[in-house]
């Protein structure tokens, strides 16, 4: 044998085994993780995953969860422009707990005192006894991992939306608030090379906290016209709390209802202002009845449903709707 | 553990009625700018208190420890008040007048005998130091920094859906109340019945509000809850009535006016008063 055929033959080999140790390892870590020792796992531990980092740093590996907890308000819950007018320059103690936690236990969370205006991030709601909990039964080499069902449970959610938990719990549906507002789709836990290819595609829940849409199909009405009267009757027909629903923020539906006479002028105009610091929220599948008493002879009414969120001062259209007698 | 908790809270009960000013006028003063600087959002805790929950704890510790004969505790305690003590004499420059550090030095020499009568004569001066500070400084500490401010929130006009100042909130709700009664004095029904409509989506605005400072919904049931909602209802009614019954309308308008604005006043409108004056300076 010549030295190249010797060379390629030891390439071979070399490349033998590193496909057979990939899919060792691979075969290791998605199927029989409990076979890898503790003490193995421990050579390759990154123990300032376990202080407490940033969220950036776990962005490293979990780039992608990162990247869209980014754009969700949990992000922002410190340094949100509403929150601190608010909270009168965040010097209100009792507002601390739920916009800047220390950790997620299915309770109200105590506030920290370090990295605020992270808000409410990754270790906020994953680290707990110095393992990063979450709803897999997995082996990740970095750091720990606990197998934690209260994950995928509302409950979990409810330690902050207390008020929303409560709504929901009371409609008795059985969709949790991940499954509405962390839709899961088909992909890796993390983005770094090399390792993302060493675990298999899971169900990753999307870290955006989807606000959620209401439309036509979510807000239904029934209008009828009874003597000096006109009634109005609306039913949240499919979110199971309330439309809107906060704790402490102030998000709204603006219902507004403009009389016309037959020569199509305005003869007078009202609104309900269906808020849940109001008590005034749209209940799950119950009617809610308007009652408004004619002034005027009216031939047309118009109606129109708007929405503002929370954290912003700009009403978007829900719908219109033109009804007559 | 129980005996522990219930004697430290009677200690500080009986504490803190013992050692009244005399004085029959109450002066609040605005707290010393220094004071800033342990509150929120100045320092992350509210350090000031924290402090004075320290010193209570070794003071009371002192007690319960004497009681228990748990010798080794009494002097740990003793050893700790005085330094904690000094350490918050130095924490406040404008109030270094109020504290003895000879007066502490006393009562803990006075502890390390072990003796429950002189430690309890020696207690006296020091208590004295405490009770004197919190007679004349504690209601303007809890208005300044445990009170948030009313002049800082907004108000959404129901109407014109703009923020307001609370306070112009407050004349205008007081403007559509007043226009209700007017118009419903002189006859006009209809006039009435719309300015109830205003004047109501104005009341039930200030229910927004209250998330502002408490976070939770309990607070609701009290003016603007049950009793204010059944009101208006009551109103409504009698406006839309053919024939109004005045006795049913003034009845209803009375109890919106003290179930409503004239409690929530009583309990959120003298913390705000003493605010406004110095807020103003």
Redesign the interface.
């Known amino acids: 044998m010549n030295l190249s055929a010797r060379m390629r033959n030891l390439l071979a080999a070399i490349a033998y085994f590193a496909v057979a140790g990939i899919a060792i390892a691979y075969f290791l870590i998605n199927e029989k993780f409990e076979w890898i020792p503790e003490s193995a796992l421990e050579l390759v531990r990154e123990k300032d995953l376990l202080e407490r980092p940033e969220a950036k740093r776990c962005a490293d590996c979990h780039t992608a969860i990162y990247d869209s907890w980014k754009k969700s308000r949990h992000s922002i819950s410190w340094t949100s422009k509403t929150y601190i007018?608010?909270s009168?320059?965040?010097?209100?103690?009792?507002?601390l707990a739920c916009h800047i936690p220390e950790s997620v236990k299915g309770e109200k969370p105590s506030p920290r005192?370090d990295r605020r205006d992270e808000g409410i991030y990754c270790v906020s709601c994953h680290f707990i006894d110095g393992k990063m909990n979450g709803p897999y039964d997995l082996v990740a080499p970095p750091h720990p991992t606990y197998r934690n069902p209260e994950y995928v449970r509302s409950n979990f959610c409810g330690s902050c939306h207390q008020?929303t938990f409560k709504e929901w719990q009371a409609t008795k549906e059985e969709d949790t608030c991940q499954d509405c507002h962390m839709p899961r789709t088909r992909a890796r836990l993390t983005q770094k090379m090399g390792l993302n290819l060493l675990h298999k595609k899971k169900w990753v829940g999307d870290h955006r906290f989807l606000h959620g849409e209401i439309s036509e199909k979510d807000i239904l009405m029934e209008t009828s016209f009874q003597e000096n009267f006109f009634n109005i009757s609306l039913l949240n027909k499919t979110v199971p709390h309330g439309v809107p629903t906060?704790?402490?923020g102030?998000p709204r539906l603006?219902l507004y209802i403009i009389f016309y006479n037959s020569e199509g002028e305005e003869v007078d105009r009202?609104?309900e202002?269906l808020?849940p610091?109001?008590?005034?929220a749209l209940p799950f599948n119950k009617k809610v009845d308007f009652r408004y008493?004619l002034?005027d002879p009216v031939s047309r009414v118009n109606i129109e449903l708007k929405y503002q969120p929370a954290w912003s001062?700009e009403k978007e259209l829900v719908w219109e709707k033109t009804v007559q007698p | 553990m129980n005996f522990a908790r219930t004697f430290l809270i009677y200690f500080t009960i009986a504490f803190m009625m013992v050692l009244p000013v005399h004085a029959k006028d109450m002066v609040l003063k605005e707290p010393p700018k220094s004071l800033d600087q342990f509150?929120?959002?100045h320092s992350?805790?509210?350090k000031w208190t924290q402090q004075m929950h320290k010193l209570s704890n070794h003071f009371g510790g002192v007690f319960i420890n004497l009681k228990e004969k748990d010798f080794e505790n009494v002097d740990k305690h003793a050893d700790k008040l005085v330094e904690e003590y000094k350490k918050t004499s130095e924490m406040v420059p404008e109030w270094e007048e109020y504290f003895d550090i000879k007066a502490a030095e006393a009562f803990a020499a006075a502890a390390k005998t072990h003796d429950m009568k002189k430690a309890g004569k020696a207690s006296g001066g020091l208590g004295k130091t405490c009770g004197k500070c919190h007679a004349e400084q504690q209601v303007s500490v809890w208005t300044k920094y445990h009170w948030?401010?009313f002049h800082?929130i907004?108000v959404t006009d129901?109407s014109s859906?703009k923020?307001v100042e609370f306070d112009k909130f407050m004349k205008q709700i007081s403007g559509s109340f007043k226009s209700m009664r007017v118009n419903f004095g002189e006859g006009q029904y209809?006039k009435a019945?719309?300015a109830l409509?205003a004047f109501k989506?104005e009341y039930?605005?200030l229910?927004?509000t209250?998330?502002?400072?408490?976070?939770t919904?309990d607070v609701?049931r009290f003016y603007v809850g049950g009793d204010a909602e059944k009101a208006f209802q009551g109103l409504a009614k009698e406006l839309?009535a053919e024939k109004p019954n005045p006795g049913n309308f003034w009845k209803n308008v009375g109890l919106v006016g003290k179930t409503g604005c004239k409690n929530c006043h009583l309990t959120h409108r003298t913390y705000s008063m003493i605010k406004e004056v110095w807020e103003e300076k």
């Open positions: 007018e608010a009168e320059n965040r010097s209100k103690e009792k507002c005192m008020k906060a704790d402490n102030d603006y009202t609104k202002i808020a610091q109001q008590e005034t008493r002034f001062k | 509150y929120p959002p992350k805790q509210p948030p401010s800082k907004k129901p859906e923020e209809g019945a719309k409509r989506s039930m605005e229910k927004s209250c998330s502002k400072c408490h976070t919904d609701k839309n």
